[in-house]
């Protein structure tokens, strides 16, 4: 697991602003507990997912300050759902809300007639699919996050209980 994070960060640095990224990050697992970063960064996921035309980032850091969560990484988590990203997210919402809602999804028909159909239906089945892929995202990227969190603590952890050893046994 830590080859993954290792190569999660370099990549975060070569993006812009990742050096920003990566101390943010840092700082917060410092001054959070694993759960505050992981809940936060699962409401940032939460509301990158949603359609909120741009504005998932003040909504994630508004509810991460009123659920006591990291407001740092629930800002990174709304970074998840971008561009390249919502595609994919985009079409399982319409997928996951037409078994839900039991209206058959044809992607060629929804392209090719798109006038024709009726777009409350639509906006109802990519609706609750989004919701749902929003709260199963936002649980594993709980989880993950977690036990990232507490990983790097425990070895951080140890890294200065060590230090700490040396200290004493060189007075």
Do not use: W
């Amino acid at each position: 697991m830590s080859k993954i994070i290792e190569y999660s960060a370099r990549i975060i640095s070569k993006l812009p602003f990742g050096d920003k990224i990566i101390i943010g990050l840092k700082s917060a697992i410092v001054r959070y507990t694993a759960h505050n970063i992981a809940f936060g960064f699962a409401i940032g996921m939460f509301f990158g997912i949603l359609p909120t035309f741009g504005v998932g980032g003040i909504f994630a850091i508004i509810f991460a300050q009123i659920f006591k969560a990291s407001k740092i990484a629930a800002l990174i988590g709304t970074f998840f759902t971008n561009p390249l990203t919502s595609p994919f997210f985009l079409s399982l919402s319409i997928l996951i809300g037409s078994l839900f809602t039991g209206i058959q999804y044809n992607p060629d028909l929804f392209l090719t007639s798109l006038g024709t159909l009726d777009l409350q239906t639509i906006f109802l089945k990519f609706l609750l699919g989004n919701i749902i892929v929003a709260v199963l995202c936002s649980l594993i990227s709980y989880l993950l996050v977690y036990y990232i969190a507490t990983k790097y603590a425990k070895r951080k952890f140890k890294t200065n209980l060590e230090h700490m050893k040396m200290e004493i046994e060189m007075e």
